[in-house]
């Protein structure tokens, strides 16, 4: 995720994340490498700091009040099931030039061969604008994530297991997202998102190199407008007790020269949190749908289900295809001190297009936890019982 809502590109993941400090330059490199060569990326780069300039000036006389700077530096080891066994660094620093900036940066590798940068600036920071009434917010992202094993199953709901197959992906994204709190509870956004992910490392017996189109085994890019509304009851960004959340979202990547592919993606999100016996219980709901419209689009675009941000206990982008729809609900209850544990269910499926939805045949995986609530971040401990996997998760933030 990195918008500022609930992040649903197509093909992305919706986790924080980690890595370790020898690893910058070798990510960095790459994606400066991937920009440099396309002048799509160029022009993005170029618009981001564009616009940077032309915001913070504003954004910083919008931001009356004193805040308290702050400086975390967390070193993580994590297991994944998919990801394996992880290690890296988070850093968070808070309002130290006195804009309510943040900048969160992760830097994360794995022994399953995930390779993962991430750094997101926003001004003002996610939790200090939650709930409030704000002129402008913004959101940089950049985003870069090299899964060396990653798995691909078939395309569709009928894919099967022992059809895995291994290959690399390596996608490198770029976001700009502007944002206005309209009332403590309407939010609206608007951004431009550049992406590219390319595939290789394919087996000689691949089912995905001969997958039509030809993108498949090879480099997309494209730039995409995102439109955004949201209404957001919720009483934290971080730590969520009460409230409602209720999100809409268009990506349109148009027709147009520098674009590979175009299309168009749709998505509606509802997050529910109810405080039960006496504000120590949460009830966590979250429900979605999305559908993409567009023709040959590659595995690249395609809307993914499985893993640690969306259906636990199944493997990582387990099922692909053009529409997905997804159901959480958690338990999360008080142990001691700032321990809790969490019960619950993922469900999910994914069909060709939106006209074929049924509430048949879905997967769905129970689910337990443990949480550690820090003050600007939650560590996460979940085991998911999938019907062929288990998957073990540690990692940062609540999925929703």
Request: net charge positive; charged share 20%; aromatic share 12%.
């Given at each position: 995720?990195?918008?500022?809502?609930?992040?649903?590109?197509?093909?992305?993941?919706?986790?924080?994340?980690?890595?370790?400090?020898?690893l910058?330059?070798?990510?960095?490199?790459?994606?400066?490498?991937?920009?440099?060569?396309?002048?799509?990326?160029?022009?993005?780069?170029i618009?981001?700091?564009?616009?940077?300039?032309?915001?913070?000036?504003?954004?910083?006389?919008?931001?009356s009040e004193?805040?308290?700077?702050?400086?975390?530096?967390?070193?993580?080891?994590?297991?994944?099931?998919?990801?394996?066994?992880?290690?890296?660094?988070?850093?968070?620093?808070?309002?130290?030039?006195?804009?309510?900036?943040?900048f969160d940066?992760?830097?994360?590798?794995?022994?399953?061969?995930?390779?993962?940068?991430?750094?997101?600036?926003?001004?003002?920071?996610f939790?200090?604008?939650?709930g409030?009434?704000?002129?402008?917010?913004?959101?940089?992202?950049?985003?870069?994530?090299?899964?060396?094993?990653?798995s691909?199953f078939?395309?569709?709901?009928?894919?099967?297991?022992s059809?895995?197959?291994?290959?690399?992906?390596?996608?490198?994204?770029?976001?700009?997202?502007?944002?206005?709190?309209?009332?403590?509870?309407?939010?609206?956004?608007?951004?431009?998102r550049?992406?590219?992910v390319?595939?290789?490392?394919?087996?000689?017996?691949?089912?995905?190199?001969?997958?039509?189109?030809?993108?498949?085994?090879?480099?997309?890019?494209y730039?995409s407008?995102?439109?955004?509304?949201?209404?957001?009851?919720?009483?934290?960004?971080?730590?969520?007790?009460?409230?409602?959340?209720?999100?809409?979202?268009?990506?349109?990547?148009?027709?147009?020269?520098?674009?590979?592919?175009?299309f168009?993606?749709?998505s509606?999100?509802?997050?529910?949190?109810?405080?039960l016996?006496?504000?120590?219980?949460v009830?966590?709901?979250?429900?979605?749908?999305?559908?993409?419209?567009?023709?040959?689009?590659?595995?690249?675009v395609?809307?993914?289900?499985?893993?640690?941000?969306?259906?636990?206990?199944?493997?990582?982008?387990?099922?692909?295809?053009k529409?997905?729809?997804?159901?959480?609900?958690?338990?999360?209850f008080?142990?001691?001190?700032?321990?809790?544990?969490?019960?619950?269910?993922?469900a999910?499926?994914?069909?060709?297009?939106?006209?074929?939805?049924?509430?048949t045949?879905?997967a769905?995986?129970?689910?337990?936890?443990l949480?550690?609530?820090?003050?600007t971040?939650?560590?996460?401990?979940?085991v998911?019982?999938?019907?062929?996997?288990?998957?073990f998760?540690?990692n940062?933030?609540?999925?929703?």
């Open positions: 995720m990195g918008l500022c809502h609930l992040n649903s590109s197509p093909g992305s993941k919706l986790t924080c994340g980690r890595c370790q400090l020898h910058r330059c070798v990510k960095f490199n790459w994606a400066s490498d991937a920009i440099v060569h396309s002048v799509q990326g160029s022009i993005i780069v618009f981001l700091l564009f616009c940077l300039l032309l915001a913070v000036p504003f954004v910083a006389r919008s931001q004193a805040t308290a700077s702050k400086t975390e530096i967390l070193p993580i080891v994590s297991y994944d099931t998919d990801t394996g066994l992880g290690y890296g660094a988070k850093l968070f620093v808070l309002n130290r030039v006195g804009l309510k900036e943040s940066l992760v830097l994360f590798n794995s022994t399953k061969g995930e390779r993962w940068f991430k750094l997101v600036f926003s001004v003002p920071d939790e200090m604008r939650q409030t009434v704000y002129p402008l917010a913004m959101d940089v992202t950049i985003d870069y994530d090299k899964w060396t094993n990653n691909f078939g395309i569709g709901n009928t894919s099967n297991f059809d895995r197959e291994y290959y690399t992906k390596e996608p490198v994204e770029l976001s700009l997202v502007f944002c206005r709190g309209f009332s403590q509870q309407w939010v609206g956004q608007a951004g431009l550049f992406r590219a390319r595939n290789f490392g394919f087996s000689p017996a691949s089912r995905l190199a001969k997958l039509e189109p030809a993108f498949n085994r090879s480099r997309v890019s730039t407008l995102l439109l955004v509304w949201r209404y957001d009851t919720r009483d934290s960004y971080v730590n969520p007790t009460n409230g409602l959340v209720v999100q809409g979202e268009t990506e349109f990547a148009p027709a147009i020269g520098f674009n590979d592919v175009s168009a993606r749709f509606v999100w509802m997050q529910r949190y109810s405080s016996l006496s504000n120590k219980v009830l966590a709901l979250r429900l979605g749908m999305q559908g993409l419209a567009g023709s040959e689009l590659p595995v690249q395609l809307l993914p289900i499985g893993g640690n941000s969306t259906l636990r206990g199944s493997p990582q982008d387990r099922y692909l295809d529409t997905a729809a997804l159901c959480n609900l958690e338990i999360r008080p142990i001691y001190w700032r321990l809790g544990g969490v019960v619950g269910a993922d999910g499926k994914v069909w060709k297009d939106i006209s074929r939805t049924d509430l045949r879905w769905s995986n129970p689910l337990a936890g949480r550690l609530y820090m003050d971040f939650v560590v996460r401990l979940d998911g019982f999938g019907r062929e996997t288990t998957g998760y540690l940062f933030g609540h999925i929703f």
